[in-house]
């Protein structure tokens, strides 16, 4: 009888098998490799749509983007620049630790009061047979390839910056041949589409504030003659979180869950929406008490960036196919409203009415942790009758959804999505162990940690829109509030959401002062007030990140001639926490005080004690610490960036004549110059970064407010008995003499010889008019000195040696005028050629 089993399990096997590898690889049926395209293209006809894929690597999250709007590699596409299978939500980078297989699209409307959907990823289950029905397909080739908007590319967008890596695809849901959108038998119709497509258009960075997640826009455009009404948008996700060299291969033993709202950081703000859908391992897969490095501790996050106006209904469902049984949560019904059956059960929606129903029945289900807790005091069914079994991880099946909105007739909407990973959601290897019990999760789920999800959710959101930019110029910065200042007790305006309309700009530095410059002979005096700087809120963070101030001097304009002079930072230190996992120190905490350093650890501690080899063991966890930039934070001294009222308290009513905050204003004064030269100097600021984001600390440009100044007294002395004493240098001028070699003049050595020449006029008033004369009296070049009487240039200005023709100067004996309101003046240059 052995044998006979075994020629019975042969002959099973053999029948399902096609099956089997249909379920998976139908487009590799379907599709060959064309050279030089992609790995999979139609056998036949041109007329097909034309399947290929782009894949997103240049961050830490990789995935593969489909050409017909499915994320992840649903087709089995070959990475070719390594060889190995396109990764599906792989992170971080070369880890082939997957964190979810597909996601796709479900649009649904109402069409002549017909209800339709749809669908570029459904997975139908049919006994030993599992189909996918896709209805969204690309044109054939190559209208239907990917556009590659990248800037490597040498696509320049200069309206709307992008991202490092940007592609762009279009396909629509009006493709009809059967053998790619076959006979719905729930319908019992084929496909009727809504008429609708969609350009998708996928954006990843590098950049360590934004290299855990990949934004995802899709336009949807009507192109039919009738309108939807009442459309709702879902992403369908099939969820497996793994290290894909394990075995059994995939491991599905995963859980879903939803973050509807967190408080703002704000609590004038109350809540702010999440909508994030997540799913991950349901322990971390660690060994025994101890994380590993193929250990699966992070978790997928999908949420919407951008809504159509109206879309307030915010859907989760998930559901699984469980011992031949599709069960999902579901909310009780009512004699109005009743429980609505997908043909007899609780799970799967089929056909395009359960569908649509499912989007657009507002509902947040609980997470599977929480599947065998009766919740029916809350509204709910009953658990399923395997509910305990669901807890211990299961193959995810979810569809977030948002809606409704409407789409007229040969018009568009607009969603943006972002697909983020959560790093270190499972935060003890013993935690699910020990103490998870399904029937009170509670304290097991208060043990995940999903700070770094919503983290990342939030940059993408500032990224995509940035807080406080009136991107298209309309007066429009975007939401605010106003922040009571506990210190000032003053009002202060805060942007937390951006204008609507797309930036895709990162994160920046605190803005930098605005500087005041009087100077005397040989010595300048830079001076600045810091309110606003000190009290800026970090538009990505919000938080004040101010850590501290630098000072640059320059001779040009150039940047490679910019030298920093001077810096004053706030004293304090970063922590770094030893993490078992990575066996390593992290920094994830934004700087301490001093005086908060002791308050946890004691008044005598000092931080610098402990060293990365001569750490800190605490009752939670082993840290060293390090100083923030050089913890510069003396302002009492003269010779340094220094406090220009030292006793001056934070107070708003300690105004100067000017009304400037006394208690902010600095100086620093840089002796010993040249008067004869022109300098440029600046003041910057700089924050501490963001540790949890490995964002290194930002500073703004030295080059913002970079500003021309002559070591002279300025317009004090310009009178000399009643008269004007105005000078000019050098005079006789020799093209001999080497200026531009000796740096006096053309330092940035962008100019030609004869356009870089310069001669100065000294002790000018700030405003009057510099006429040039050959002996004959021809006028050779006319020009206006006019300068704020504060500035630093107010009484220097320079004459180029060119005509008022655009010529170069001759050699010769010339006359100088100037006219002024306090009267005029001639004098006599010589050039030397």
């Known amino acids: ?10 002959a099973i096997l053999i029948i399902i098998l096609p099956s089997i590898l249909y379920a998976r690889n139908d487009a590799q049926l379907l599709f060959k490799a064309p050279q ?23 961050g830490r999250l990789w995935n593969t983007i489909n050409n017909n709007g499915i994320s992840g590699n649903f087709f089995g596409f070959t990475d070719e620049d390594i060889g ?27 069409v002549n009061n017909d209800t339709l959907v749809s669908t570029n990823l459904d997975v139908d289950y049919q006994g030993w047979w599992t189909k996918y029905n896709n209805e969204f397909w690309p044109d054939y080739y190559p209208q239907g390839d990917f556009v590659d908007l990248s800037p490597a590319s040498g696509y320049v967008d200069a309206i709307h910056p992008r991202s490092e890596v940007v592609y762009q695809a279009n396909f629509t849901d009006t493709f009809k041949y059967e053998s790619f959108v076959p006979y719905n038998n729930y319908d019992m ?11 998708q258009t996928s954006y990843s960075w590098s950049y360590s504030y934004a290299d855990d997640f990949i934004i995802v826009d899709y336009k949807i455009k009507n192109i039919g003659k009738d309108d939807i009404k009442k459309a709702f948008f879902g992403l369908y996700h099939l969820g497996a979180v793994h290290f894909t060299g394990e075995i059994p291969y995939p491991r599905l033993d995963d859980i879903e869950g939803y973050i509807d709202s967190i408080p703002y950081k704000f609590k004038e703000l109350g809540k702010e929406p999440m909508n994030i859908a997540w799913v991950c391992d349901k322990d971390g897969n660690p060994r025994g008490d101890h994380w590993r490095l193929s250990s699966t501790v992070n978790g997928l996050g999908i949420a919407p960036i951008r809504l159509p106006e ?3 209904t915010r859907n989760f469902n998930w559901w699984v196919n469980y011992k031949s049984i599709s069960w999902g949560p579901r909310k009780a019904g009512t004699i109005n409203n009743p429980v609505r059956l997908f043909y007899g059960e609780l799970g799967q929606p089929l056909g395009d009415r359960n569908k649509y129903y499912l989007m657009s029945h507002p509902e947040v289900d609980y997470s599977g942790y929480e599947a065998a807790v009766d919740h029916q005091s809350e509204g709910w069914l009953p658990p399923f009758k395997y509910a305990e079994d669901l807890t211990k991880g299961h193959y995810v099946h979810m569809v977030t959804s948002f809606g409704p909105f409407d789409i007229p007739a040969q018009s568009g909407q607009d969603i943006v999505i972002v697909y983020a990973i959560g790093e270190s959601i499972h935060t003890i290897p013993s935690a699910y162990r020990d103490i998870y ?25 500032r990224i995509y829109d940035n807080p406080g930019v009136d991107t298209d110029g309309d007066g429009d910065s975007g939401k605010y509030f106003y922040y009571l200042d506990p210190q000032t007790a003053e009002s202060l305006k805060v942007y937390y959401a951006g204008d609507g309309v797309p930036d895709f700009k990162g994160a920046t530095p605190p803005p930098p002062p605005r500087i005041r410059v009087s100077t005397e002979n040989n010595k300048i005096i830079i001076r600045w007030n810091g309110r606003e700087v000190e009290e800026y809120f970090d538009t990505f963070t919000l938080i ?39 066996r390593r120190y992290e920094l994830k905490e934004i700087p301490f005080t001093l005086d908060s350093l002791k308050k946890l650890y004691g008044a005598s501690f000092e931080p610098l004690k402990h060293t990365r080899v001569n750490p800190l063991y605490a009752s939670d966890g082993i840290y060293y610490f390090s100083k923030v930039d050089y913890n510069m934070s003396d302002l009492n001294n003269p010779e340094e ?6 006793d001056a308290k934070l107070d708003t009513s300690d105004v100067d004549a000017q009304g400037r905050m006394r208690y902010y204003e600095y100086e620093y004064v840089i002796d010993n110059l040249l008067p004869t030269v022109p300098y440029y100097v600046s003041v910057t600021a700089f924050d501490f970064g963001y540790p949890s984001k490995s964002l290194e600390p930002l500073e703004s440009s030295p080059t913002q407010n970079l500003t021309k100044v002559f070591a002279v007294d300025q317009g004090n002395k310009i009178l000399k008995n009643g008269a004007l004493n105005v000078y000019c240098y050098p005079n006789p001028y020799r093209t001999d003499a080497q200026y531009s070699e000796n740096g006096y003049e053309n330092r940035s050595t962008d100019l030609a010889p004869d356009r870089a020449r310069s001669i100065f006029f000294a002790n000018l008033p700030n405003r009057c008019t510099i006429s040039i004369y050959s002996l004959d009296g021809d006028l050779i070049k006319r020009f206006k000195h006019d300068e704020p009487a504060e500035s630093g240039t107010a009484s220097i200005a320079r004459f180029d040696l060119i005509t008022r023709n655009t010529q170069a100067i001759v050699s010769g004996l010339y006359y100088w005028v100037v006219e002024s309101q306090y009267g005029n003046q001639i004098g006599k240059l010589v050039i030397i050629k």
């Open 1 to 10: 009888m052995k044998w006979f089993k075994s020629f019975l399990i042969l």
């Open 36 to 58: 030089g395209k992609s790995n999979f293209r139609l056998k036949s006809t041109d007329d097909y749509p034309f399947i290929t894929f782009r894949i997103h690597k240049n």
């Open 84 to 110: 190995k299978f396109a990764p599906s939500y792989y992170f971080p980078r070369y880890s082939r630790i997957r964190h979810g297989l597909y996601t796709g699209l479900w649009i649904g409307g109402i």
């Open 189 to 199: 119709r084929y496909h009727r589409p809504l008429n609708i497509k969609v350009t």
């Open 310 to 312: 109206g879309a307030n």
């Open 437 to 461: 019990d399904p029937y009170n999760p509670q304290p097991f789920l208060n043990y995940l940690n999903f700070d770094n999800l919503i983290d990342n959710v939030h940059w993408a959101k």
């Open 544 to 582: 004040r990140d101010f850590e501290g101030y630098r000072v640059y001097l320059a001779r040009s304009e150039n940047e490679n001639d910019i030298s920093l002079i001077a810096s004053y930072d706030r004293k304090d230190y970063n922590r770094y926490r030893w993490d078992k996992k990575h």
């Open 641 to 646: 960036i220094h406090k220009v009222y030292p």
